[in-house]
C-alpha cells in the first residue's frame, strides 16, 4: 500500500510538473506573440518617421549660404597703377635736373 501510494504520489507530482511546464511555455509563447507585435509596429513607426523625414527634407527651402567675395576695381588699379608710374618717371626728371 506505501509503494502505490508512493507511485501515486510520484505520478501525481509528474502530473503537475508537466502542467507546470506547459503553462510555462504557454506564457513563454504569449510573452513572445506580445514583443513580435510590437517589434512591428516599431518598424511601421520608423518606417512613417523615416518617410516623414524625407517629405521634410524635400519641401525645405534650400540654404543660402552667404560667402565674402572680394570685389576688385580693376580700371582703378589701373589706373592707379599708371599714375605712379607716372610720378616715378617724374620724381627721376627732377632728380636728374
Known amino acids: 500500500m506505501i509503494i ?9 507530482m509528474q502530473t503537475d510538473l508537466e502542467e507546470a511546464r506547459a503553462q ?27 518617410e516623414a523625414a524625407k517629405n521634410a527634407i524635400n519641401e525645405a527651402p534650400p540654404v543660402i549660404k552667404e560667402t565674402q567675395v572680394i570685389i576688385e576695381d580693376t580700371k582703378k588699379i589701373d589706373s592707379l597703377t599708371e599714375e605712379v608710374e607716372n610720378l616715378k618717371v617724374r620724381s627721376f626728371d627732377l632728380v636728374i635736373k
Do not use: T
Open 4 to 12: 502505490c501510494s508512493c507511485q501515486g504520489l510520484k505520478s501525481l
Open 24 to 50: 510555462e511555455a504557454l506564457k513563454f509563447q504569449n510573452s513572445l506573440e506580445e514583443m513580435k507585435i510590437k517589434i512591428e509596429e516599431a518598424n511601421a513607426l520608423i518606417v512613417k518617421e523615416r
